[in-house]
């Protein structure tokens, strides 16, 4: 049972420079989201999706873009990197958040900009 | 604006002592708060909810409205317990879902 998977686990890239960050869940799960952990920041939303064909921004959306075209992937593009983008990201998944809702984390995928 | 405050970016405690990780929230309705723990080298993952009014690893959380706390509390730490812990909040039915910046608990032997 892989649970969430996130692909690639580590990249450099160049200033300017386009690249996806590839999430996939085998759970079934509605709810999909992405994180990025940056030291003395913890966790900050950047987009979620709450089912197959709807995104919605998080708290810190800009420079980043998102699609969910099937339910069990969920992409993050960046296109046009910068060094602040630097950081290691999380996709999450959950089957809701009421009740006994719970969120899976992948293992992360740590992104350097150069 | 919904916030997740953790005022305490490191606690140092030592074996056996009482922990306490504190979380307050900003939010004017029903939240729905969590605690999530990242041990060295794992991922994320869920410690404990307010709904389900549970104790895991012997820690348990109470969520105090008057106050918008949402307090993690063990009576003997160990020094398993020792890991990165974030708090939660989840608020309508958008799927929303925040974190605080989290606190780095180390436990001593």
């Known amino acids: 049972n892989a649970g969430v998977t996130q692909t690639p686990k580590f990249r450099v890239l160049k200033t300017g420079q386009s690249m996806t960050l590839l999430c996939a869940q085998d759970?079934?799960?509605?709810?999909m989201y992405w994180y990025r952990q940056d030291p003395g920041m913890g966790l900050r939303l950047i987009h979620y999706?709450?089912?197959?064909?709807?995104?919605a921004k998080g708290e810190v959306p800009d420079g980043y873009n998102v699609s969910r075209l099937k339910k069990q992937n969920f992409l993050l593009g960046l296109e046009s990197a910068a060094p602040s983008q630097t950081s290691v990201y999380f996709c999450?998944?959950?089957?809701?958040?009421?009740?006994?809702?719970?969120?899976?984390f992948g293992e992360g995928s740590r992104l350097t900009v150069l | 604006a919904q916030r997740v405050t953790q005022p305490e970016k490191l606690l140092s405690v030592f074996k056996g002592a009482p922990v306490e990780l504190k979380c307050n929230y900003s939010?004017?309705?029903?939240?729905?708060l969590f605690w999530y723990v990242q041990y060295s080298r794992q991922r994320l993952q869920l410690l404990l909810r307010?709904?389900s009014r549970e104790s895991i690893k012997g820690f348990t959380a109470d969520l105090n409205k008057g106050e918008t706390s949402f307090h993690l509390k063990k009576p003997f730490a160990q020094e398993e317990d020792s890991a990165m812990y974030y708090c939660a909040l989840s608020w309508g039915s958008q799927g929303n879902l925040i974190f605080g910046k989290g606190t780095k608990l180390s436990v001593k032997p």
């Open positions: 307010h709904i």
């Open positions: 759970m079934n799960h509605e709810y």
């Open positions: 999450a998944s959950s089957k809701s958040l009421r009740g006994p809702g719970e969120l899976f």
């Open positions: 999706s709450v089912g197959e064909g709807t995104t």
């Open positions: 939010y004017s309705g029903s939240p729905e």
